[in-house]
């Protein structure tokens, strides 16, 4: 089977011989879906599991075949155009190998062209989406502020800004706005500082959950299935064995 094949099942479902929870769908009540496809694929590559990769990969591009069957239903654009949209970017956005000019640096060529392509543009983050993951949001915000000059030269104010952050919050009462918005400040701040180290903040804190959760699954089994019954004293040392 092949990509025409996908589309004809799509087509088909969204028929009136097709099924209903399909035909009743539309564009806001799939976001939550096209979300779930996305963490399940990268979940999958973090598994390093091939065949799951695939198959994730392949829900994935049902929600993308699934949006674009709706829109053409209603006259808006089609899965063709979609396609259209993104050859014609890419071959634009890279002149070194679609074309004849030489680019010494191909990140800085890929936003000047980016940034040509905005017919208007009012300010640094006009592109950052509103729906994107907050720890996400926070490293692209501060690198398009940085961009545009508004940025430390080094990490080492970076790590001083947190600092100075954890002692606001440190200063405020628990519970009250105040320590809401300086905690805020204390992630914002960290997100940045992983900038500067090169790191993404979101998968950075992805593997941290994973760790978490496979040595809490371990303190779980040593404890019999019923840490609740334990002390904290053993139960840390449960956590010191499952670390090791």
């Not at 949006?67 to 053409?72: E, G, P, R, T």
């Not at 190998?97 to 640096?105: I, L, Q, S, T």
């Not at 204390?186 to 593997?207: D, Q, Y």
Request: hydrophobic residues 40%; charged residues 30%.
């Amino acid at each position: 089977m092949n990509f025409s094949d996908l589309i004809a099942i799509m087509q088909k479902l969204r028929s009136l011989e097709g099924c209903p929870w399909d035909r009743e769908q539309n564009f806001n009540t799939l976001l939550p879906y096209l979300l779930e496809e996305s963490y399940e694929y990268i979940d999958a590559v973090q598994s390093g599991n091939a065949k799951h990769m695939a198959e994730e990969l392949g829900d994935f591009l049902l929600q993308i075949v699934f949006h674009a069957q709706i829109a053409k239903e209603e006259g808006k654009f089609t899965i063709d155009d979609v396609i259209k949209e993104i050859c014609e970017k890419m071959t634009r956005r890279h002149p070194h190998v679609f074309g004849n000019e030489n680019v010494a640096n191909v990140l800085e060529k890929w936003e000047q062209i980016k940034d040509s392509e905005k017919k208007e543009k009012r300010s640094a983050m006009d592109k950052v989406p509103c729906s994107m993951v907050a720890l996400s949001r926070a490293q692209e915000l501060s690198r398009r502020a940085a961009k545009v000059g508004f940025d430390w030269s080094d990490s080492k104010p970076v790590l001083e800004k947190v600092k100075e952050e954890i002692g606001e919050f440190e200063a405020t009462q628990s519970g009250s706005p105040e320590a809401e918005e300086e905690f805020g400040d204390i992630l914002f701040a960290l997100v940045n500082l992983a900038r500067h180290k090169g790191i993404n903040a979101e998968i950075a804190l992805t593997k941290a959950n994973a760790k978490f959760e496979t040595r809490f699954r371990k303190v779980e089994t040593l404890a019999g299935g019923r840490p609740q019954d334990f002390t904290l004293e053993e139960l840390d040392g449960f956590w010191n064995e499952a670390k090791k």
